[in-house]
């Protein structure tokens, strides 16, 4: 079992910078794939950042160039930063992880999820 639990939301400018955190339990964290969802109101959960278990990443498009994911293995944590906050992307942030390197892109597959941490920017 595994659980994850992101911090680091808040209320940012636009054009501000956030980092969130996922910290995981258990010993294996280093094994799984951890992907970064978010979901607005009234909109569907949006694929954001994966970091594969061999530190390879994936963006969506609409944050490629602004977003960072990364990992650190010996804490057993998660990060996404988030520069260049635009109006398009206050959510609620979820992390997830998944064993296996395929299929990152989709919320399928994901086991483990956090409760979420909320971004808001102001304009």
């Known amino acids: 079992q595994v659980q994850l639990v992101e911090s680091g939301g808040g209320l940012v400018q636009a054009g501000g910078s956030l980092r969130l955190s996922c910290a995981a339990s258990g010993r294996t964290f280093s094994s799984f794939s951890m992907g970064w969802f978010r979901q607005a109101p009234g909109k569907e959960s949006e694929f954001v950042a994966a970091?594969?278990?061999?530190?390879?990443?994936d963006y969506a498009d609409s944050v490629k160039g602004r977003f960072n994911i990364s990992r650190d293995n010996a804490k057993n944590t998660a990060y996404l930063q988030l520069n260049s906050l635009e109006p398009e992307d206050p959510a609620v942030y979820y992390c997830?992880?998944?064993?296996?390197?395929?299929?990152?892109?989709?919320?399928?597959?994901?086991?483990?999820w956090g409760q979420g941490t909320q971004v808001t920017v102001s304009s």
């Open positions: 997830a992880a998944k064993r296996g390197v395929g299929g990152v892109r989709s919320p399928v597959g994901y086991a483990y």
């Open positions: 970091i594969h278990w061999s530190s390879s990443t």
